[in-house]
């Protein structure tokens, strides 16, 4: 199992400011997500960041809204910058399992509650 | 592609009843299938999984899931809810890609 770590765990920010959300896993780990959970919907995947690469974004989300950085295999942070009330969500931090038997299977950060006033 | 479609945006049942909660997946290649439960101001756990092999499986918290291919779905059930069972709950499909593809998620709602 991989145990993640969040910061902040909440926040209240003002319109055009930006925010920048930390995670750290006890494990190295090749690729960790970035998710999106708006109020009372799913998870959407922001992007995957790769250890040594660009990461990776899933449509409708760009590198200049949502810069990630991913600088060792054990931490990442991601930006939201210019925020506007719609980024109000919780932002969560994912690794996929690598132990025997967690392939495939997520393990998630607690998440970051940001509020954009 | 995968998709998957959780039907009921919320489930409420009594203590002691029967938890049932609906999930239907596509997927081009033989999936593997996840439940996830989000309780209030935390992140995402696993329930349970389904990879290969039997197509019952058994996860924490006396929930367990049935694999069906020719229905295509993966449905969650607890034979009795407790009041600690209220939660979010998300299917989810891993069908290749590196992606993992979430439902819209259940509010399950248990009444005393």
Same mark, same amino acid.
Request: proline letters at 4%; a neutral charge; aromatic letters at 12%.
């Given at each position: ?14 319109? @055009? ?17 970035? *998710? ?15 250890? +040594?690469?660009?990461? #990776? *974004? ?38 996929? +399992?690598? @132990? #025997? +038997?967690? *392939?495939?299977?997520?393990?998630? +950060? ?8 | 592609?995968? &998709? ?19 999930? %239907?997946?596509? &997927? ?12 209030? %101001? ?37 034979? &009795?809810?407790?009041? &600690? ?28």
């Amino acid at each position: 199992s991989a145990v993640i770590s969040q910061k902040p765990s909440r926040d209240i920010c003002q319109r @055009g400011t930006s925010l920048t959300i930390q995670c750290q896993v006890d494990s190295q780990v090749t690729m960790m997500f970035w *998710y999106r959970q708006q109020p009372g919907q799913s998870l959407t995947l922001i992007a995957t960041a790769n250890q +040594g690469s660009e990461a #990776t *974004y899933e449509s409708g989300f760009v590198i200049d809204k949502f810069p990630i950085s991913r600088p060792n295999l054990t931490f990442s942070t991601l930006t939201v910058s210019n925020m506007s009330p719609e980024d109000s969500s919780i932002y969560l931090c994912s690794v996929e +399992g690598t @132990g #025997t +038997g967690t *392939y495939n299977e997520q393990f998630f +950060g607690p998440g970051t509650r940001l509020t954009v006033l | 592609a995968q &998709s998957v479609t959780q039907l009921g945006s919320h489930v409420s049942v009594s203590e002691g009843a029967l938890v049932l909660l609906r999930c %239907n997946y596509s &997927s081009s290649v033989p999936p593997y299938l996840f439940w996830y439960v989000q309780y209030p %101001n935390q992140g995402l756990q696993l329930l349970l999984k389904y990879t290969t092999g039997a197509t019952l499986v058994k996860g924490i918290n006396g929930f367990e899931a049935e694999f069906k291919k020719s229905e295509t779905s993966f449905h969650l059930t607890k034979p &009795s809810a407790h009041m &600690s069972d209220a939660a979010e709950y998300f299917c989810a499909v891993w069908g290749g890609g590196f992606k993992t593809i979430f439902g819209a998620g259940t509010r399950l709602f248990v009444k005393a």
